[in-house]
Structure formats: structure tokens, C-alpha cells
């Protein structure tokens, strides 16, 4: 394409210097990518190594950049698209961030958060080497030192806790994963039960649901290719797997798919739904069951599935003991279970219509196998008894059959891939009751968000406490008792915080390791986004471009920016430093599979797994390759295209062989442990339950103390309508949703994003307002049981009457004293404590700064928003022991003095709340003495041994 010749007022403009000069030379032309309109080209990888554009920036004279294209995957939430860098071989910058087409999860497209990594890597506030600190802890005192001196300190006091039996005060607390089994194999190498995870603030709840029913604890659903999806809240269709599942939501919409959303709150997807159903916050398993009873009662369900997969047998035995063992008995007594859910009783339960429930029950009676739903947050995080909507919600899918089918829902770990590793320590000899405590036998994850309490009441302590893209003193419920102790030093010994931009948390740790965004660090990822399966390798883009450059280099953080690292090397660095004398175990761990007694390097970790994956070192040989450079240049293999009905994978002669089959059951065991079950004459995988069918009837919830939720039920949340006083200005507020463009601690250095994003107020119906007396932006006090905040209201139709909500996201700080970071969105604040009683005040909004960015200094908002999660208390179901982070609240107009983002706790009201919670629990020990039942799931699975609660030798 020729550039058309300078016209008159292009003349005058160039000559007056107010545009560049159209007439220079410019050397050959360079062809658009987008010509003809064709949007979906992008440069041919053969071409990625040395790729030449057009500078937008220097527009109108076409100025070319010559970039080597490097692969990687967003950190931003955990769906890991596919990210292509552009680094710019003249100054060894990356200079933007574009999709990979290559990459089978994301398949070229991004959300907003993609891109925008460009913002973090640029922060001019970010991290950029170790520091110490330099005064008492929280002081806002720091001192840059070396990564030498920090692997020695850390190094050689896990050391000491080692030597002397103290493993129990080493923990690992991961707030954004996505490392794909690395650091359960140090943790194991360590030899300490130290993982602790933020799932039981975020999806065990949901986790929950779908593991009694069949052993695994995520849902996969196959969007693109349904007749009907369901969505429970929108919270992982607009927030989490944003992209991935929005891109094949709309594909199967496109393709004739209806879809439902279930959420009080018109999210961007219930707004795109064929049916918004406003529930009342923690009724939907109400409405799910009465969706069930339609179908049971109209015959809609599909007979073979559930003749053959769902233990109905073990159900009229246990229940019906005289009734004969048929499945017509079965649906009978099924039907009779829930007959009282009719449509209009869960209709006024959830403040819905009748007939919404009765039109989507028979949609989902017609769409049969390909029947896709999904839950993750929201209602299954919200509420007491907040598991049972996925419980309930997956009995949808058992009925109709769309378990593992095209267009169904399968389990997450069908479309997963699990690495191997060059090594595999064994499990654990130790159980950590700071994690896993007894009071909460089947809670899905670690109790992460009691710890405070836990280290309150002297259960133990942390003296090596690591937290990795961490933040609970802003993130979790109860923020002020984690400050109270992280700096108490008596609790926690040492605080490592791992972070790649400053954050609440980090504020009060002895070591600030800046560590790498997306771009900066090596993971693998694999993820659930669709029917398939796939891996994609994240890596340090500067770190391969310095490769392609011939560069020399040792470690990533010698070509990333300052002396950002990632956590794998710094992993094997510190276990090689703890086993210093090699004395402890650790050091054999982290040996080259390729070099005999040297240390391995992170090239030969990947290289490993890479030439592990089925079918990558083929495709890498056809294109003379090793797997690992494959990945380097293409960042993603597709494993599986497809991967359906795994429960009918027949077992192997090989496993079969001595086997044995219960008669009765036809669960086929070896070694004592079932390995499938025999159906229609043939041994196939099944479920990883004990029956290895889905569980109906689960026999686990009768011998942990549960019996009366041995099948699916409803259970009334904390927040129910019967519990609020709407005269005196009770509401239930829903504080989980997410703005599709922020991440929940890590977009505040994201200038693009909290342009977008920068305010929480409180939505509120117009009803609601007019009953106040009150207009957007007006301010309200809303008083939980352990204080208040003071923050704006929107009024807006998109809100279920009766109901209040407000984004977790925002409301960010930092306290005069605290190092300048994230100021594109945190306010600054004055902080006071008297006696239990915190207050947090706002003494400065957002401003415009000075800094080597020019935007900086164009901030146009003020307001960052409002901290709301630290005025809730813990609320741990005592079954899942998910945190249920709905509220109930008082609502007023704000008094004489409140100001806009002021926050009051009492942390003496939030022991009272946490204790009357833990009184709900039932302990272990279950059946045998047991911790927990053994064909759970558990992160970090320890030794067989620790799970019973008398062997104490174990422990010791
Ligand atoms: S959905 Fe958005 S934030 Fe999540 S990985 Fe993809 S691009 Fe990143």
C-alpha cells in the first residue's frame, strides 16, 4: 500500500512542526496485517524472533520497531490466557502485550487485564529489589539488601525450626496460585505441612458441593457446545475465567444456546442472559431443588444415567430399609424427599416468579446432556450452608444425565493436565492444626481466615511465615486482628512477603521480595476453560529474548527489571541454603535429573516435564525442537482436544489383575482401595467416591455427624429474610461480586484498570432509595456486627429490591508512613486503635503525582472507594468451612461527622462472632479416630498416618 501524498493542510501542519514530516524517506514498506479488513491475523510465529511494525506512537511518520515476540501467560486471575510480548530489540523493554493465538484456552483473546500487564511491569511505584525492614515492624522503615543476605537469614532459620521439631511454625500462604503442583513438591521436600491457601475465602464452598457428590471439586462446563446454561451468579463468567468461558458462552448462544443467570444483581453477563432470576441471596438451592422435583415429577430425568451412575441403592438401603431395591422405589421415595419443594414454595423463599422456575425447569428437561452450569462464588461463598447450591445445582446435572458429555459439565480434572516431576518427595510426616483443625473435619481447604484467631488463642505460632501474592489484611474478612498479629512478634516470628507490588499485607513484614508479574517468572498452567485440555508455559519474556540474543545470564532476576525474581529459583535456592550440610533430607530433592549431584536449574525442571507431556515431544521434533523450546516459542500445547465421559475409561488388564469386586456393589478393589466399578459387565473407571458413583445418598456426611444433610438439602443462610429487621434498616448486603476489570489486590498498579474502575458505592434499588430519602452518591453507615463503614450509594434499577450490594475490589490504602505505592488507587488513611477498637479515616483521595510516567500527573478521580470486607467478621460454615461473606446489615443515612470512607471494628466483637461460629462445628474424630475421611481430598496431602488424631507419634 502506497502512503498517499501530503495534502496542503498536512503540509502546513508538518512545516509548523505541529505533525511529524510525511516526506521522509522510510525505507520498504511494511504489510498490514489488517488488510481487507481481517481483524484476526496476527505476525506468523516463524516471524516472531524479528518482527518489524509501524511505532503507533510516531504516527504520521512510520517509524518501525523491530521486536522479538515472546509467549507467556497473564497472572491477572487464574484462567492464564495466552499473552504475546513485544520486546523491543533496540532497548530490551517490552513494549506491549497482545493475545497468543496459539494458546487453546484463550485462542488469541484477552480481557482488559491482559493487556494491562503492560501497566504493572511499568509501575513506576513497583518493587524493584529485597528490602529489610529497617524499624519495628509496621513502622514503614525499609532497606534495600541482597538476595545473598535474604536466602542466608530465612535460610538458616527454617533451618533452626527444622533441627528442633518445629515444623509445624514454617507455613506457605498462597494467595493468587497457579504454579501447578511446584510448591506442593518443596513443601513435601521440606518435609512440613505448611501449605495454606485463600480457597476457603474464595470457592471451597462450592468445592464442597461438588466433592460429596463425586470426588472432584470443580466443575467443567462444555459452554460451547450446550443447549441450556445455568450460571449461579456471574462471578466466574465476569471475573474469573472472564475470557475462556465468556468467548464459548457466546458461541453456544450463537449456536442457539439459552441462558439462565442466577444473581440478585444484574451483572454484564445476567444482562446478556434469555432469563435473570434475582434470587434472595442463599436461596438458590431452593430454587434448584424445585427445578429437581419438576423434572423428577414430569419424568424429564434420564433413566439410564441414573440407573447406572448414581448410588440409589445404597440410598433405599440406608434410608428405606423395607422398601424393595428398585429404582421406581427410588424415584418414589425421591419424589416424596422433595416434595415440598414446589415452585411456589422456593418462588417465595427467593422472592421470584412461579413460572421462571417451572419455564427454565423444562428447559433444562429439554436441553438433557447438554445441560452447562456453573457456581463458583457468590451464592456458594456467601451463605451458611452456601455448598449446598452446588450440591444442589450438580443434582440438575445428575438428573439429566450431563454429567462428562458434550455440551454437559464435566469434572474440572478431565480438562486439566497434571505435570510429572523429576522428582516426587514423599508425603508429609507432619498435620498442621493451624490448617486443618479439628473443630472442621471436612472443610475443603485449610481455615486460612481464622488464623488470627488460632495464634490468638496461643494454638501455636508461625516463625517462618511466608505469604506469596498475599494480601488478608486488605483481602480477607477481619483485616484488623491479622494486623494485630503480624506485629506481634511473639505470633509470628518472621514475615516474608512475596509480592510483586505493594500491598496491606506487605506493609507489615520483615522482608519485602519483590517478585515477578506475568511476564517476569515461570509457571505452568492448565485449566478447566472448555471441553478440552491444554498446557501453557509462562516464562520471563526478557529472560528468552535475552536467550535468542545470545545473552549470558544465571538467574532471571539478572535480565528482569531491578532485581525482580520468581519464585521457582528462589524456591530451590532457599531449600539448597536450609539443607546447608546437607543433613536434612532437603538437598536430593532439587538435584539435576541430567547432571548427576549438581544443583537443577529451571530450564531442566521445565525440560523435564515438557518432555513428559503426551504428544509434545513429537510435535516439537516435527519441527526440530525440544519440548522445551517448543514451549518457548509457542507458550501452549493442546494436549486433549476433547476429553468426555472419562468414568467410562475402561481399567487396564493390567490394574484389573488382582482385583477384587464386591458383589453387592460391584466396586472393584485392589490393595484394599476401590479402583472402579463394574457396569453393564465391564470394569471402568467411575468416580473417585466410595461408591464410585455419584453420591445421592452420602454415607460420609452420616459418619461425620451430618446425617441430616445426607442427600442434597436446602439450609436457611445467616442472612435470611426471617433473621432481618426490616423496620429497623436491615438488609443483606453481597459484598463478593467483581468488576470484570480489576483484580482483587493487584490492579491497583494497573493505570489502564483503575482509569476504568476507581469506586465501590452501594448499589441499591430505587424502591430502597426512595424509602431512605436518598440519591446516588449520597452517604450511608452501614453497621455490621463488628463496626461500620461509611460509603456512597448508586441507585440503580439492576438491583434486587431489598438487597444490597458492593464490589469487593476497591477501598485500597496505605498510612502516611508506608512506602508510595499503588497511587493510581490507594487513598491515604490515619489509623487508630483504642483499646479493641479500630478506626481507619481517609485523609487524601487519589491525586495526581509526579513520577516518570506522564499519566500520573493526568489522574482525573479522586475516589478510590471504600475497605469494606475489614468491618465483617469471620463466618466459617461449619461444614465446608467456607467463609460465608454475605452480611447482614444496618443501613442508615450517614450521622453528623461520618466522612466518606470512614471504617470503626471492635476486634473484641470479632472473637465473639468467630467463637459463636465455632460452636456450630461438630469435631472430629469420625469413624476410626479420623481427622478427616480419607478419600477426601486435602491440600498437601500428608502421610496416612497423621490423619488419625491418637497418633501423636507422628507428630513428634
Ligand atoms: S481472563 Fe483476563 S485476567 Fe484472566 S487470564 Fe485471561 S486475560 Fe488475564
Redesign the pocket.
Known amino acids: 500500500m502506497k502512503t498517499p501524498k501530503p495534502t496542503l493542510v498536512e503540509k502546513i501542519a508538518e512545516s509548523l512542526r505541529i505533525i511529524p514530516g510525511l516526506n521522509e524517506p522510510e525505507g520498504m514498506e511494511i504489510p498490514s496485517l489488517t488488510e481487507h479488513g481481517d481483524l484476526t491475523k496476527f505476525p506468523p510465529p516463524e516471524k516472531w524472533d524479528d518482527w518489524t511494525e509501524y511505532e503507533a506512537k510516531g504516527w504520521a511518520r512510520k517509524e518501525k520497531k523491530n521486536y522479538s515476540i515472546v509467549p507467556t501467560?497473564?497472572?491477572?486471575?487464574?484462567?492464564?490466557?495466552g499473552?504475546l510480548a513485544y520486546v523491543d530489540k533496540d532497548t530490551e523493554e517490552v513494549r506491549k502485550f497482545e493475545?497468543n493465538p496459539y494458546h487453546p484456552?484463550?485462542r488469541g483473546?484477552?480481557?482488559?487485564?491482559?493487556?494491562a500487564?503492560i501497566n504493572q511491569i511499568k509501575d513506576s511505584d513497583r518493587i524493584l529489589y529485597p528490602l529489610k525492614r529497617d524499624g519495628a515492624r509496621g513502622s514503614g522503615k525499609w532497606k534495600r539488601v541482597s538476595w545473598d543476605e535474604v536466602l542466608e537469614d530465612i535460610g538458616g532459620r527454617m533451618r533452626k525450626a527444622m533441627k528442633e521439631g518445629r515444623q509445624n511454625e514454617i507455613a506457605y500462604h498462597v494467595g493468587r496460585p497457579g504454579h501447578e503442583g511446584y510448591m506442593d513438591r518443596v513443601l513435601k521436600a521440606w518435609n512440613v505441612d505448611g501449605h495454606n491457601s485463600h480457597t476457603n475465602i474464595c470457592s471451597s464452598g462450592a468445592r464442597f458441593g461438588y466433592n460429596i457428590w463425586h470426588g472432584y471439586d470443580r466443575p467443567s462446563p462444555d459452554h460451547a457446545n450446550a443447549d441450556f446454561i445455568l450460571l449461579i451468579s456471574a462471578h466466574l463468567e465476569s471475573g474469573?475465567?472472564?475470557?475462556?468461558h465468556?468467548q464459548r458462552i457466546i458461541e453456544g448462544m450463537m449456536a442457539g444456546a439459552k441462558m439462565a443467570c442466577m444473581d440478585p444483581r444484574l451483572s454484564n453477563t445476567a444482562s446478556m442472559a434469555n432469563y435473570w432470576i434475582p434470587t434472595y441471596p442463599g436461596t438458590e438451592a431452593a430454587v434448584l431443588l424445585a427445578m429437581a422435583k419438576i423434572i423428577l415429577d414430569e419424568g424429564l430425568y434420564n433413566e439410564k444415567f441414573m440407573r447406572e451412575w448414581v448410588n440409589w441403592e445404597e440410598y433405599l438401603q440406608a434410608k428405606h430399609p423395607n422398601d424393595e431395591v428398585t429404582f421406581e422405589n427410588f424415584i418414589l421415595r425421591t419424589r416424596e424427599l422433595y416434595a415440598e419443594y414446589t415452585p411456589e414454595f422456593a418462588a417465595k423463599e427467593a422472592n421470584i416468579d412461579v413460572a421462571q422456575i417451572v419455564e427454565i425447569a423444562h428447559e433444562i428437561g429439554k436441553a438433557g446432556e447438554k445441560f452447562a452450569t456453573h457456581n463458583w462464588r457468590s451464592a456458594g461463598s456467601g451463605n451458611l450452608g452456601g455448598w449446598c447450591v452446588a450440591r444442589c445445582l450438580h443434582f440438575l446435572n445428575v438428573l439429566t444425565g450431563s454429567v462428562g458429555t458434550v455440551g454437559g459439565t464435566s469434572p474440572n480434572a478431565w480438562n486439566k493436565f497434571k505435570p510429572k516431576f523429576f522428582d516426587n518427595p514423599p508425603a508429609q510426616k507432619f498435620w498442621n492444626e493451624l490448617h486443618f483443625p479439628n473443630e472442621y473435619p471436612l472443610a475443603f481447604f485449610e481455615m486460612s481466615f481464622l488464623l488470627p484467631h488460632f495464634l490468638k488463642e496461643g494454638r501455636g505460632k508461625m516463625d517462618v511465615y511466608f505469604s506469596r501474592v498475599f494480601n488478608p489484611v486488605w483481602t480477607y474478612p477481619d483485616g484488623f486482628s491479622w494486623m494485630d498479629v503480624l506485629q506481634d512478634e511473639e505470633k509470628v516470628g518472621m514475615h516474608i512477603a512475596m509480592t510483586p507490588t505493594w500491598n496491606e499485607t506487605a506493609y507489615f513484614a520483615d522482608y519485602v521480595l519483590p517478585m515477578g508479574h506475568?511476564s517476569e517468572r515461570h509457571d505452568i498452567n492448565s485449566y478447566a476453560t472448555h471441553g478440552g485440555t491444554w498446557i501453557a508455559f509462562r516464562q520471563p519474556v526478557l529472560r528468552e529474548a535475552a536467550r535468542r540474543a545470545g545473552k549470558n545470564f544465571k538467574f532471571t532476576y539478572d535480565v528482569n527489571p531491578g532485581e525482580v525474581w520468581e519464585e521457582d529459583e528462589f524456591w530451590i535456592e532457599l531449600s539448597w541454603r536450609v539443607d546447608k550440610d546437607d543433613d536434612l533430607g532437603i538437598r536430593k530433592h532439587f538435584k539435576s535429573p541430567y547432571r548427576e549431584g549438581e544443583k537443577i536449574n529451571i530450564d531442566e525442571y521445565y525440560q523435564y516435564i515438557f518432555e513428559n507431556v503426551k504428544g509434545l515431544p513429537e510435535k516439537a521434533e516435527s519441527e526440530g525442537l525440544t519440548p522445551l523450546n517448543y514451549m518457548k516459542k509457542y507458550g501452549a500445547f493442546e494436549v486433549e482436544k476433547s476429553s468426555y465421559n472419562k468414568h467410562l475409561t475402561p481399567i487396564s488388564e493390567e490394574q484389573f489383575a488382582g482385583s477384587n469386586i464386591d458383589e453387592s456393589t460391584g466396586v472393584v478393589t485392589k490393595d484394599g482401595e476401590p479402583i472402579g466399578i463394574m457396569i453393564d459387565g465391564k470394569a471402568v473407571t467411575g468416580f473417585p467416591t466410595p461408591s464410585r458413583k455419584q453420591e445421592f445418598y452420602s454415607q460420609t456426611m452420616v459418619d461425620w455427624k451430618w446425617g441430616e444433610h445426607s442427600t442434597p438439602t436446602y439450609i436457611k443462610s445467616h442472612i435470611h429474610e426471617e433473621k432481618m429487621d426490616r423496620e429497623a434498616g436491615d438488609f443483606p448486603l453481597v459484598p463478593t461480586f467483581r468488576l470484570p476489570v480489576l483484580?482483587h489486590s493487584r490492579s491497583a498498579n494497573a493505570k489502564w484498570l483503575t482509569e476504568i474502575a476507581n469506586r465501590n458505592p452501594i448499589w441499591m434499588h430505587t424502591s430502597d432509595a426512595e424509602h431512605f430519602g436518598i440519591e446516588s452518591g449520597d452517604l450511608l453507615r452501614i453497621t455490621t456486627e463488628i463496626g461500620y463503614f461509611i460509603d456512597k450509594v448508586w441507585v440503580t434499577e439492576g438491583m434486587k429490591p431489598g438487597i444490597v450490594a458492593c464490589s469487593h475490589h476497591l477501598g485500597r490504602w496505605r498510612r502516611p508512613q508506608d512506602v508510595e505505592g499503588n497511587r493510581w488507587a490507594t487513598n491515604t488513611v490515619k489509623m487508630d486503635k483504642e483499646g479493641e477498637v479500630w478506626s481507619m479515616e481517609t485523609i487524601n483521595g487519589i491525586k495526581p503525582y509526579e513520577s516518570s510516567d506522564a499519566d500520573s500527573k493526568r489522574i482525573f478521580w479522586s475516589d478510590g472507594g471504600v475497605h469494606q470486607n475489614i468491618t465483617f467478621p469471620v463466618h466459617p460454615d461449619p461444614i465446608s468451612g467456607m467463609h460465608c461473606w454475605h452480611q447482614k446489615v444496618r443501613i442508615e443515612k450517614a450521622r453528623p461527622g461520618d466522612k466518606y470512607g470512614d471504617v470503626s471494628v471492635d476486634t473484641s466483637k470479632s472473637k465473639m462472632v468467630y467463637e459463636k461460629w465455632l460452636d456450630m462445628a461438630r469435631p472430629a474424630p469420625g469413624p476410626n479416630g479420623l481427622r478427616r475421611p480419607l478419600w477426601f481430598k486435602r491440600a498437601l496431602r500428608p502421610d496416612e498416618s497423621t490423619y488419625y488424631i491418637d497418633d501423636k507419634s507422628k507428630n513428634d
Open positions: 501467560t497473564c497472572f491477572n486471575c487464574e484462567s492464564a490466557c499473552l493475545g484456552g484463550s483473546r484477552n480481557c482488559a487485564k491482559g493487556p500487564t474469573h475465567y472472564f475470557n475462556p465468556a506475568a483484580i
